[in-house]
């Protein structure tokens, strides 16, 4: 079965900077792409990034590029997204995901399989 364990998020002052996680089981990284994807209360879903095995590491063009850095242990079968100068408009639900295949899916698709998600609260 595939799993996720997503950890990280919390509160935070703007500006300040959080790490999340997502430790993988059940598939390997070689046959998935995983992402990163946030949604606010009462807004669409925003792709975030994606690391696959056939476009190395992408940034979607939803979310600001230059704060949030996606990354990979294939070892620990995790990823972790590291947030930089949070911002109070960065307040969502943090998801990782995965979608079978070489290549990063377009953040709007469905991808195949969901992490629970994880909050990320930035206070002003």
């Known amino acids: 079965d595939v799993q996720f364990v997503e950890s990280g998020g919390g509160l935070v002052q703007a500006g300040g900077s959080l790490r999340l996680h997502c430790a993988v089981s059940?598939?390997?990284?070689?046959?998935?792409?995983i992402g990163w994807f946030r949604q606010a209360p009462g807004k669409e879903r925003e792709g975030i990034s994606c690391i696959s095995k056939s476009d190395g590491n992408l940034y979607y063009e939803d979310v600001e590029k230059g704060r949030f850095t996606m990354s990979s242990d294939n070892a620990k079968n995790t990823v972790y997204l590291q947030m930089n100068s949070l911002k109070p408009e960065d307040t969502a639900v943090y998801y990782c995901?995965?979608?079978?295949?070489?290549?990063?899916?377009?953040?709007?698709?469905?991808?195949?399989?969901w992490g629970q998600g994880t909050q990320v609260t930035v206070s002003s």
């Open positions: 995901a995965a979608d079978w295949g070489p290549l990063c899916p377009a953040a709007g698709v469905a991808w195949d399989q």
């Open positions: 059940g598939f390997s990284f070689d046959d998935y792409a």
